[in-house]
C-alpha cells in the first residue's frame, strides 16, 4: 500500500515540475530535456535524475527550483518508511505531520 502512496506522490512532483517548465522563460526544446530526465525518475534513482538534470538544464534558477523539489521529495520518501497511511496521505495533501 506505501507503494502507492510513493507513486501517486511522484506523478505530484512531476506535475509540480511540469509547472515550474511550463512558466519558466526558457527555450522549448529545454524545457522538453528536462521533463524527459523528469519522466525517468522512481524512488531508486533520484541521484542519477539529478546528475541529468544538471548537464541538461542550462538554467541556473530552473535548475535551482527543480533540484530542490527534488531534493525535497527524496526527503519525504524516506520518511514514509516510519508513518502511518493517514499521515502519507496528509503529506501528499500537502498537510503537515508532525512526529512525536
Given at each position: 500500500m506505501k507503494d502507492f502512496w510513493v507513486q501517486l506522490c511522484i506523478r505530484a512532483?512531476?506535475?509540480k515540475v511540469f509547472d515550474i517548465l511550463n512558466k519558466a522563460q526558457i527555450?522549448?526544446?529545454l524545457k522538453t530535456k528536462v521533463m524527459e530526465v523528469i519522466r525517468k525518475y522512481n524512488s531508486k534513482n533520484a541521484g542519477e535524475v539529478m546528475g541529468e538534470?544538471?548537464?541538461?538544464c542550462e538554467n541556473e534558477f530552473v535548475r535551482g527550483a527543480v533540484i530542490e523539489l527534488l531534493s525535497a521529495k527524496?526527503?519525504?520518501e524516506s520518511f514514509y518508511v516510519s508513518i502511518s497511511l493517514s499521515e502519507m496521505f496528509n503529506l501528499c495533501?500537502?498537510?503537515k505531520v508532525v512526529k512525536g
Open positions: 512532483y512531476k506535475n527555450e522549448y526544446d538534470i544538471y548537464s541538461v527524496i526527503i519525504k495533501e500537502g498537510k
